[in-house]
């Protein structure tokens, strides 16, 4: 699911705009059929801090590339790979970053914080993870402050179920 939101520039900072999205699927060539109901809802506050967020993925089992995939088959190993850059001039603080295994993966190595970290933070720690073998919620959480045009990232693997 891709949410884009266009903020007009004449929005105050505190302006929100929730949406619920919902996704449904019904895969019936598969046996027994697949199906799935999915909602999520992504709320949008106007901030002046501009943190902006990538996210890649590559096939580890077919040594490909980061880029968007298409398709995965059961046994493989995906990385994830979350980029984070203050596109402000503001400094970010309390920065988090949380994700979750996709449907259908489990977590199959430990999450890691990217190295080095940008300068202006002390330290990231993976503060929530799902054991290996499990889905679950991944969360990063960091010290300091992320300084204008700091970048950096995170990752984790999983393996298709």
Known sequence: ?????FVPAQAPPGASNLV???ANFNYTNANPALTGSYTHQDLTIVS???LLLT?????VTRSEPWA????????EVLE????????GVHSINNLVVNDSTPAFTTLYELALCGSPLPSSLS?????????VGSPGAIKWTFTGSLDGSAPGTVTYQ???E
């Not at 699911?1 to 939101?5: S, W």
């Not at 968007?68 to 046994?75: E, F, P, S, W, Y």
């Open 68 to 75: 968007t995939m298409n398709t995965a088959k059961q046994g």
């Open 158 to 160: 999983v393996k298709v």
């Open 55 to 59: 996210k890649e993925v590559r096939n």
């Open 80 to 87: 994830y790979r979350i980029t984070y850059l203050n596109n």
């Open 123 to 131: 330290s990231c720690e993976v503060s929530a993870s799902p054991p």
């Open 20 to 22: 619920t999205i919902q």
């Open 1 to 5: 699911l891709i949410v884009q939101e």
């Open 48 to 50: 002046d801090v501009a």
